[in-house]
């Protein structure tokens, strides 16, 4: 177990490493940086000074050396201006188009992503999977139609315009404040009850929104995966035992259809971050995927190197976590290799 | 008389289906009665499993029961018989006596097992349902439950899940499951089908004596006559949802009076049968490309072997579970050295794991040897197999071919028994388009197939149709050599007697040779001229088959042989003979057989053609 774990965590240090590079030299790939960028539409503006001091910035932070000593700084193992400083020694470096470090930049947005998105998952599994064990155990009933065409609909309906609508008549009925995700009035307050009530009123119509097309997708991929599994003699041994159906069917067929989920966990955390970009822009919320999307646009570099190995990090711990669990869950993983 | 543990009565069952509604049962009436045994026999698709269902209301959804009554009088109650068929499936009384009082197992037994739960949580779960037991109760008694069905460490069964599991002991927890609860009923569907004969044996032998202990009723449910003949009190006979003969045991085998139950009688291979004896299938094929070709046939010209093996070996290395990184080599194949004459059959022999299917796959050339070789001779001097390149190998390709187990997942459902047949003939781009068709038509006859069926897909022909459409696509090539791996075994009786005598025919008529694996020795007694037993990969005898059958000399052939149940009720099973496990372990064979750990031991001669593996030690002694 251990020589599993020190193993895994070896190949994911290099695996990070290898993205880390990768990440870095695309966002470099476009000509020029912000810096260079922006002096040049100053000095086209006549403002000297101001580019005075952009020159400057480009010193301190060596976008003058070459692009492999630039990310050998930005890693942190090799010299910068400041000595080794870099994101192994936890330095995430300057966000130009912020003119903050991206620690501030970034901060609130992270978390708030994080609140966000989980909330999507919860809403997810809370609701698809009843659905999808009642349409599996009634196929072809009347319900089990139902269930899918709402779940059509569901993937079908563009996301940004049900966040419209939705947004539209929470205000009219509810009275809460269009986007964002608490009332302006909070929005540069330090955290109180009134704050956190406002966030919880504001996290629904995200919630429903980003929720709504992966329920439709995970009521038909449970049902299918359990349908199969209902096929199975261990089932019908099961039954043959005497056990009340329901019993019999969450023990057995169901926890054998849930490993395709448990082996998604990895994909799951990187999506949280990324995944509902449109629908952030469209509801004007303060997460991490706007912020990205304008750092790309910019050249904002440690901005947006910054975010992507963060993504990166997720994902690679999701997949470690997603193993782990497997292997607690399905003792085939965890003894296999001997059997057959 | 006693009234009878379960009494059916025109039992009837429909499946209903968007097409129509069939009747899978159509008025059938038995009894069972207390402590004795009643055999349910039948081919697949006679209702047989479907009664069983019915009686404990498992039924598919699509199937419902239309008529007659199941009537169960529970022995330790005073109550009046219940009638099952009148009972909510789901309700409450039929779940009490669904596992409580009347208990099934299964013909797979992987499948049967939640590969998720350990074995002790489902035994356990059995009593917990249906007693007013604690966890800790439960887990005692199932220790004793593992005990009883021959668990080699009961406690740690608790704890075993069933992958860990041999298929024999996986056998015996599904008992332990049934029997837990001390039903009144065992209904046994299949219950040793999967499994090899020895471990068949032994699983017959402990339904037997538990029976005897806890005074149960057995219905068991097999298409095998030969376990009838050793398992049966009274006999059932059923067939396209009806009951064609029923009596006691003596009467079905000494008596019988329907056609179809002769009929099935006579289809089973036998030991006893007389050389060049055929059997008798109930549907026989016809075909007169091959009646014409037989006729016309000369023997084939016996000049040196066509395939020779030359000590093969391989080795398999696997990690013994995910998180350690240990390994374990297993030798699959150990030295094994075959020859397959002109025209000729070998039989392989052996239980599953015993390496059989890896010396074909490497005769074959789909696996690389680790040592050893093939030799393939096409008239022009012996070659190395794996040595062929190119032109050579393609021909090699050509020569030789394989008919596999599966009849179901072996063809490909999205082609046409067209596409199937010309498949070969496209990747070895022979003949035109329509040279091509007129080919396909040709082998269709052969096998005994409708020329009509080109255009139609495997899933519209039965198992046994679909295995002669596998024999189809191996002959389209015109091989000279068959490799058939256990190709009757997933078979009806019935129509396995139907597939073997086509092999015989087209051997006939083709001058093929055939490598026949399986672990069957009764059918491989009917179709080859040699026979090799292997064993934890060795080869440990080697014979002409009449000689093996009347002189085996290896503990582990005779074994085997006394492993076979026969229909035929003068000779029964000699159980206790069979009940240890030692004789399929090298290390516990006994002297001079013995092989111990890395020891290979050698093959004597001991009559003209029949060869026998002693310990090395012995052999310098002998000499």
């Known amino acids: 177990m251990i020589r599993y774990l020190a193993r895994r965590l070896f190949t994911m240090a290099v695996t990070l490493l290898i993205i880390s590079a990768l990440v870095f030299f695309i966002i470099k790939l476009p000509p020029g940086d912000f810096l260079t960028n922006q002096i ?12 005075a001091k952009a020159e400057f910035l480009i010193k301190q932070y060596g976008l003058d050396k070459p692009v492999w000593e630039q990310y050998l700084v930005w890693l942190g193992v090799w010299p910068g201006p ?46 698809s999977i009843p659905i999808a064990i009642y349409s599996a155990i009634r196929q072809y009933s009347v319900g089990d139609y139902l269930a899918t065409f709402v779940g059509y609909l569901g993937l079908a309906t563009p996301n940004f315009l049900l966040a419209l609508i939705l947004l539209f008549y929470s205000n009219r009925w509810f009275g809460v404040s269009i986007g964002g995700l608490y009332d302006p009035q909070y929005a540069n307050e330090p955290w109180s009850w009134g704050k956190v009530q406002s966030l919880l009123a504001h996290l629904v119509v995200p919630t429903l929104v980003i929720g709504f097309a992966g329920t439709a997708a995970m009521i038909r991929r449970m049902r299918a995966n359990l349908l199969d599994e209902l096929g199975k003699q261990y089932y019908v041994t099961a039954k043959a035992k005497g056990l009340p159906p329901m019993k019999a069917l969450l023990k057995y067929p169901f926890r054998m259809s849930l490993n395709p989920f448990i082996a998604d966990i990895g994909n799951l955390l990187p999506h949280l971050v990324s995944g509902s970009v449109l629908v952030s822009l469209v509801l004007s919320l303060p997460t991490v995927g706007p912020l990205l999307l304008g750092a790309l646009k910019t050249q904002d570099q440690f901005l947006a190197g910054f975010i992507l190995m963060f993504v990166a990090v997720l994902t690679v711990v999701g997949m470690l976590i997603s193993d782990l669990l497997l292997a607690w869950l399905d003792p085939r993983i965890r003894l296999g290799g001997e059997a057959r | 008389m006693d009234v009878p543990l379960l009494s059916v009565r025109d039992l009837t069952i429909d499946f209903v289906a968007d097409a129509g509604s069939f009747r899978a049962v159509d008025g059938i009436s038995f009894d069972i ?45 005073r109550q009046p018989p219940v009638d099952i068929a009148r009972l909510d499936p789901d309700g409450k009384a039929m779940r009490a006596l669904r596992g409580g009082r009347i208990a099934m197992i299964f013909q797979e037994p992987m499948t049967s097992l939640s590969p998720l739960h350990t074995v002790g949580d489902q035994v356990t779960e059995a009593l917990i349902l249906h007693r007013e037991v604690s966890a800790a109760e439960a887990k005692e008694r199932a220790v004793e439950v593992f005990a009883r069905v021959g668990f080699p460490d009961p406690r740690r069964a608790l704890v075993t899940y069933p992958f860990e599991l041999s298929g024999g002991l996986r056998q015996r927890a599904m008992i332990a499951m049934a029997l837990i609860t001390q039903p009144a009923l065992l209904i046994a569907d299949e219950p040793t089908t999967a499994l090899d004969v020895t471990t068949q044996a032994q699983i017959l032998d402990l339904i037997r004596e538990l029976q005897a202990e806890t005074h149960m009723s057995v219905l068991l449910i097999t298409h095998d006559l030969g376990v009838v003949a050793n398992m049966a009190d009274e006999v059932v006979v059923m067939y396209r949802g009806r009951i064609m003969e029923a009596g006691s045991r003596e009467d079905i085998f000494r008596r019988p009076q329907h056609p179809y139950l002769r009929a099935l009688l006579r289809a089973v291979p036998r030991f006893d049968m007389k050389p060049g004896e055929r059997l008798t299938p109930i549907r026989e094929v016809k075909s007169d490309i091959l009646a014409s070709r037989l006729q016309r046939a000369k023997p084939a010209e016996a000049n040196g072997p066509v395939l020779v093996a030359e000590n093969l070996c391989k080795t398999y290395t696997l990690r013994s579970g995910w998180f350690s990184g240990k390994m374990r080599t297993i030798h699959a194949v150990n030295g094994v050295s075959l020859s397959l004459a002109r025209g000729g059959t070998l039989g392989l022999v052996g239980e599953s794991g015993c390496g059989k299917t890896t010396v074909s796959k490497m005769i074959m050339r789909a696996l690389t040897p680790d040592s050893g070789r093939v030799l393939y001779d096409d008239g022009s001097g012996p ?3 794996h040595q062929l390149e190119g032109e050579a190998l393609k021909a090699y390709r050509r020569a ?29 781009r022979i003949g035109t388009p329509d040279e091509r068709f007129e080919r396909a038509k040709q082998l269709l006859d052969m096998v005994g197939l409708d020329r009509r069926s080109l255009r139609r897909y495997p899933h519209s022909f039965s198992g046994g149709q679909r295995q002669r459409l596998g024999i189809a696509r191996a002959l389209a090539l015109e091989p000279r050599v068959l490799l058939c791996d256990e190709p009757v075994s997933a078979l009806d009786v019935s129509v396995q007697a139907q597939v073997l005598n086509l092999l015989k025919d087209l051997q006939a008529a083709l001058g093929l040779s055939y490598l026949f694996v399986s672990h069957n020795l009764a059918v491989v007694d009917y179709i080859a001229d040699t026979i090799a037993v292997m064993s934890r990969g060795y080869i440990v005898e080697e014979a002409p088959k009449a000689t093996l059958f009347r002189n085996p000399i290896h503990p582990y052939t005779q074994a085997l042989l006394a492993a076979v149940p026969d229909p035929d009720i003068d000779r029964p099973l000699d159980f206790a003979k069979l009940k240890t496990d030692r004789f399929s372990d090298p290390a516990l064979w006994p002297e001079p057989f013995r092989l111990r750990a890395g020891e290979t031991g050698a093959m004597m001669e001991i009559e003209p053609g029949h060869k026998v593996r002693l310990t090395s030690v012995t052999l310098k002694e002998a000499a």
Do not use: C
């Open chain 2, 33 to 77: 009665p207390r402590a004795r045994t009643v055999a349910l026999v039948g081919e697949s698709g006679s209702g047989k499993s479907v009664t069983a269902q019915a009686i404990l209301r498992i039924l598919p959804k699509v199937a419902r029961i239309t008529g007659g009554t199941l009537l169960f009088q529970d022995p330790t109650s």
């Open chain 2, 383 to 385: 070659r190395d197999v």
């Open chain 1, 40 to 51: 040049a539409e100053l000095r086209a503006q006549g403002e000297a000074a101001s580019a």
């Open chain 2, 400 to 428: 030789v071919q394989f008919v596999f187990q599966d009849p179901f997942s072996s063809l490909n459902p999205r082609m046409t028994v067209y596409e199937i047949l010309t498949e070969p003939l496209r990747i070895h």
């Open chain 1, 82 to 127: 400041q000595g080794f400083s870099g994101l192994l020694q936890g330095n995430w470096g300057w966000s130009f188009e912020f003119d903050k470090p991206v620690a501030e930049v970034v901060g609130d947005a992270l978390w708030l992503t994080l609140l966000v998105n989980l909330a999507v998952v919860i809403f997810v599994h809370l609701v």
